[in-house]
Nanobody
Framework: QVQLVESGGGLVQAGGALRLSCAAS????????GGWFRQAPGKEREFVGG????????RYSDSVKGRFTISGDNAKNTLYLQMNSLKPEDTAVYYC?????????????????WGQGTQVTVSS
């Protein structure tokens, strides 16, 4: 069983940056596809980005492309989401997810494991 624990959320002003972390246990992240999703109040959970190190594939949603970056640290078995140039519309609960599949897909049902979420609030 894979367990994911996010950290790093908080309150930041528009234009600022945050880095989210997702620590995994039970399996190494390098053998999984790691993904980030977010859910704003009253909205559905949406794909932010995902990465698979075996296939060297990373993809992002159009809304965050060029501002957010996914990376990983194999030694720490941790996935990161670096968020720059944050906007108020980025405010949401951010979830880390992992999939056994090596294909990076943008759908919730493609991911097998989920973290508890961390709140990111961007003030204008």
């Amino acid at each position: 069983q894979v367990q994911l624990v996010e950290s790093g959320g908080g309150l930041v002003q528009a234009g600022g940056a945050l880095r989210l972390s997702c620590a995994a246990s039970g399996r190494t992240f390098s053998t999984l596809t790691g993904g980030w999703f977010r859910q704003a109040p009253g909205k559905e959970r949406e794909f932010v980005g995902g990465s698979n190190w075996i296939s060297s594939t990373t993809r992002y949603s159009d809304s965050v492309k060029g501002r957010f970056t996914i990376s990983g640290d194999n030694a720490k078995n941790t996935l990161y989401l670096q968020m720059n140039s944050l906007k108020p519309e980025d405010t949401a609960v951010y979830y880390c997810a992992a999939a056994r599949s090596s294909v990076v897909l943008p759908t919730r049902t493609s991911y097998d494991y989920w973290g508890q979420g961390t709140q990111v609030t961007v003030s204008s």
